[in-house]
């Protein structure tokens, strides 16, 4: 369960952003760098559950498939911001 506490907290980030206090960098940075940290963990919480579980139940290959989606799309998300700014 907390895979998916973590999927759906990376699709939430913007909103959770605005809970953080200004750490110096512009606004939209944190979301950017908050979905794919949380999407991130929400893999590797999955895999531990997969590796270490009683029993591979579905919800775990759901919430590890998901947050593999999120953390794809967030980086490919970031690499077009990258090559757009660079033209």
Do not use: E, K
């Not at 512009?26 to 760098?33: D, E, Y």
């Not at 775990?60 to 690499?79: D, K, P």
């Amino acid at each position: 369960m907390l895979s998916w506490v973590c999927f759906v907290a990376a699709l939430g980030a913007r909103c959770l952003s605005g809970w953080v206090p200004d750490v110096g960098l512009p606004r939209t940075f944190v979301p950017a760098l908050t979905t794919p940290a949380l999407a991130l963990l929400g893999v590797v919480v999955s895999a531990l559950g997969l590796r270490f579980g009683r029993r591979r139940s579905a919800l775990v290959r759901v919430g590890l498939f998901l947050n593999a989606a999120v953390l794809l799309l967030s980086g490919l998300a970031a690499l077009i911001f990258v090559w757009i700014l660079g033209r």
